[in-house]
């Protein structure tokens, strides 16, 4: 069975810091190209930095599509043949910001995406997007993805799942809570439960390290179709890399007995 090679690189950006943290992102590309990774994926906003003070702090740290971030991401795509998703503060029209990642292939082709649930705060900064998580046909499987927060809506998760991707990229930052003693991070638990009722791998690249007084869970996690952690799934608040090899195929089998399929049991017109 032919398998995809993924790798979750979970990052510490500095807020305000571009430079920096392009150079952060090569660095991590590069290992993941040397690993002969086929995907990568980095986290939520690692372009910016995440913890803003309001939105003109956000824009001025935003750039365009054509700008120097994606330009790098393009390069090295080519360069190494390797389609990294991650995130970035992208600069729209008008002043306005969105909360944005990327999907960019070997081929030099670019599929944009575009928060659609802001989570606290970011209501107030960025512009949500309005179209679905789209679902790219690359070269080495149908690939999806969506950012944090749009992850606990299951709604939102079924649409990729529904247009036919094998495999969802999520770039996340999970700020870290309070939760009982001895559980794991809830965040994690729900992306193994998006996984397992959909029969569809998930790759949620989360962060670490502290932000003007924010701290994260450090959970990023790469899940097979049945919801089990192939890598990750604990809460690691340092950099860390993960690598799985996914058996994409199974993500295309929806049936879980010989009478029940996962999409086919689904009765919308009683919802």
């Known amino acids: 069975m032919i398998q995809l090679r993924v790798v979750c690189h979970q990052l510490a950006p500095r807020i305000g810091d571009p430079d920096y943290n392009r150079a952060l992102t090569e660095r991590a590309i590069r290992g993941a ?54 995130g970035f503060c992208e600069r729209l029209s008008a002043g306005r910001i969105a909360n944005s990642a990327a999907l960019v292939e070997p081929s030099g082709r670019l599929t944009v995406y575009r928060k659609a649930h802001l989570w606290d705060r970011e209501k107030l900064i960025f512009t949500p997007g309005d179209a679905p998580p789209p679902v790219v046909h690359t070269a080495v499987g149908r690939i999806a993805m969506m950012i944090c927060y749009d992850l606990e809506l299951p709604e939102w998760v079924r649409l990729s799942a529904l247009a036919g991707a094998d495999l969802l990229c999520a770039p996340v930052n999970w700020p870290d809570g309070e939760r009982p003693a001895g559980e794991r991070p809830a965040e994690i638990v729900r992306v193994q439960a998006n996984a397992a009722v959909n029969r569809m791998f998930i790759a949620a690249c989360d962060r670490h390290g502290e932000e003007r007084g924010v701290n994260w869970v450090g959970g ?52």
Do not use: C, M
């Open 220 to 271: 990023s996690v790469i899940v097979d179709a049945d919801g089990y952690p192939l890598a990750g799934a604990i809460a690691y608040p340092e950099e860390q890399q993960l690598v799985a090899d996914l058996p994409l195929a199974q993500a295309r089998d929806k049936s879980i007995s010989a009478y029940n399929h996962v999409h086919q049991d689904r009765r919308p017109g009683l919802y």
């Open 33 to 86: 190209a040397s690993l002969n990774a086929q995907v990568i994926v980095l986290p939520e906003l690692i372009q910016s930095g995440y913890v803003f003070n309001d939105l003109e702090d956000a824009h001025t740290i935003s750039e365009t599509l054509d700008g120097p971030t994606l330009g790098l991401w393009k390069s090295l795509a080519h360069e190494l043949g390797i389609i990294i998703v991650a």
